[in-house]
């Protein structure tokens, strides 16, 4: 009931920055928690940054500094901007959406948590 819409991976050269974007659409009551996560070849998936309604934020250490996340409430869209890229940023990035949707309840619509994960984009980075 609730898709996210992934973009602005590619492939870029150490030093270059992307943008990376990700919209939520379907029934959202509330969007608590915006985040990005990586996954490079053999290894586990791991927090990128994350978002918070009121604006709290969190980064990796080997991010910080480097990259910026930022969310849009009207438009339920969280972005990661990177810059200084370097090798070992080279990854799957994925964003991952915590909130609630309203359901049908026997009295009306509920709000209802939901996780929701994007589909993923490829982000590397190469000389």
């Known amino acids: 009931q609730v898709q996210l819409a992934e973009s602005g991976g590619g492939l870029v050269q150490p030093g270059d920055s992307l943008r990376l974007s990700c919209a939520a659409s379907?029934?959202?009551?509330?969007?608590?928690?915006m985040g990005w996560y990586r996954q490079a070849p053999g290894k586990q998936r791991e927090l990128v940054a994350e978002?918070?309604?009121?604006?709290?934020?969190t980064y990796a250490d080997s991010v910080k500094g480097r990259f910026t996340i930022s969310g849009d409430d009207a438009k339920n869209t969280v972005y990661l901007q990177m810059n200084s890229l370097q090798p070992e940023d080279t990854a799957v990035y994925y964003c991952?959406?915590?909130?609630?949707?309203?359901?049908?309840?026997?009295?009306?619509?509920?709000?209802?948590?939901?996780?929701?994960w994007g589909q993923g984009t490829q982000v590397t980075v190469s000389s």
């Open positions: 991952k959406i915590n909130g609630e949707l309203l359901v049908e309840g026997d009295s009306g619509p509920l709000p209802a948590d939901f996780i929701t």
């Open positions: 379907g029934n959202i009551y509330r969007v608590n928690v």
């Open positions: 978002i918070r309604t009121g604006g709290s934020v």
